[in-house]
């Protein structure tokens, strides 16, 4: 029932879309854009967080009309960077400190752009890794650990400001190809063609980049840092051929497949690898 419903729901507003766009196609475009970048899910209210969050410290940082919430465990000066992927927030990481505290590092999370407690409504990896930036520039982590989008978000933000100061990267579940994900959201809405190549052309200029080479694994192939990657056979939001179109492209990286995990990847042998890769001399 709930699956003929969320089919139906698509449908309905992809032919609203489709029929608004011979009438007001810029604001065709608009609704298609808000559809496809604003999250639904993962915001948090201040007044009710998570445990999580009860041994942090909470620091909003102010950069132009952007708020970017992080959320520091401190501890010495190896800090580390987390990055949660799309619809989430920084609580996602519950099951992974407890790993990453018994180093004794500095731990930062940060939530997405319209994530958490951070400001917006649209979610774009340029954005998040300029959030990145911005918090980087302030603490200096040596390590980031990304999800999903926030992996590919980490490499991209890697790629672009080529911070000297990051020694190795985790990515987890992370998406290759936006033209993917992009296509997946038209067939999903059946947009017709008119919006289709709107919605492209506004992509291409929104991320300043050719849509084709928008890609982790274009990102991954251009860095130096040396990286743990896993992603898990049984993905059914992020195939395993993405994880491994990036796997195949860094240069220095070590490949984790696991089984069973799905996207989330929480497991408790695969923090400890994660822990290893970052922390044990090898």
């Not at 930062?108 to 990145?132: H, N, R, W």
């Not at 020694?167 to 987890?172: G, H």
């Not at 990102?219 to 195939?239: Q, R």
Request: charged share 25%.
């Amino acid at each position: 029932m709930k699956k003929t419903f969320y089919f139906l729901l698509t449908k309905s507003i992809g032919f609203y879309i489709n029929l608004l766009s011979f009438v007001f196609p810029k604001k065709a475009i608009q609704i298609a854009h808000a559809y496809f970048s604003e999250p639904r899910k993962g915001k948090l209210n201040k007044g009710k967080l998570p445990k999580t969050f009860q041994d942090a410290d909470l620091e909003a940082i102010q950069y132009n009309e952007d708020t970017i919430q992080t959320y520091i465990w401190k501890g010495n000066d190896t800090i580390i960077m987390l990055i949660h992927g799309w619809e989430s927030n920084s609580s996602r990481w519950k099951k992974m400190l407890p790993y990453l505290k018994k180093s004794g590092s500095t731990i930062i999370a940060i939530d997405g752009p319209a994530q958490g407690l951070s400001s917006g409504k649209e979610f774009t990896v340029t954005k998040y890794a300029e959030f990145m930036d911005i918090v980087s520039k302030k603490y200096q982590p040596h390590y980031i650990i990304g999800h999903s989008l926030g992996g590919k978000a980490s490499l991209y933000y890697q790629y672009k400001y080529q911070n000297p100061g990051i020694q190795k990267m985790v990515t987890l579940g992370a998406p290759s190809d936006f033209k993917i994900i992009l296509n997946n959201f038209i067939r999903l809405l059946s947009l017709n063609n008119k919006v289709e190549k709107a919605l492209k052309s506004k992509y291409t200029v929104l991320l300043n980049h050719d849509l084709d080479l928008f890609t982790a694994q274009e990102f991954a192939s251009k860095i130096e840092v040396k990286g743990f990657l896993a992603h898990d056979i049984d993905d059914t939001v992020v195939l395993f051929k993405e994880g491994k179109k990036i796997a195949d492209s860094w240069k220095n990286v070590q490949f984790m497949e696991t089984k069973g995990l799905g996207h989330k990847l929480h497991d408790a042998d695969l923090y400890q690898k994660v822990y290893q890769f970052l922390f044990e001399t090898e």
